[in-house]
């Protein structure tokens, strides 16, 4: 399977990175698109409809950038993609 994890690296996103480095242990794709400014949401939007993943991990470690990831979800949606979204972090756990 294609996943596409999706969050801050402002410096570095440990939680994408181990979450990444199990999934390609286990024999799966795994690719961190950036998103760390609220206004990258299209750019991140358009990376992860062009890798064409199965399916998509939102990582929401900030309450502030809450919206912004609910608004790139719905961008997905809108665009077609049909697989599941899951959201993880400190937030939304």
Do not use: K
């Not at 969050?7 to 286990?26: D, F, I, M, Q, V």
């Not at 939102?58 to 961008?75: C, H, K, N, P, Y």
């Amino acid at each position: 399977m294609r996943f596409a994890l999706v969050g801050p690296n402002l410096e570095e996103n440990l939680s994408l990175g181990y979450l990444a480095a199990a999934l390609r242990a286990a024999g799966h794709e795994a690719t961190l698109v950036p998103f760390a400014w609220d206004r990258d949401r299209p750019r991140a939007c358009r990376a992860i409809l062009a890798l064409r993943p199965h399916a998509v991990g939102l990582s929401m470690t900030f309450q502030v950038r809450g919206r912004s990831f609910l608004e790139l979800a719905a961008d997905l949606r809108a665009a077609g993609f049909a697989g599941p979204v899951v959201a993880g972090g400190h937030w939304a756990s």
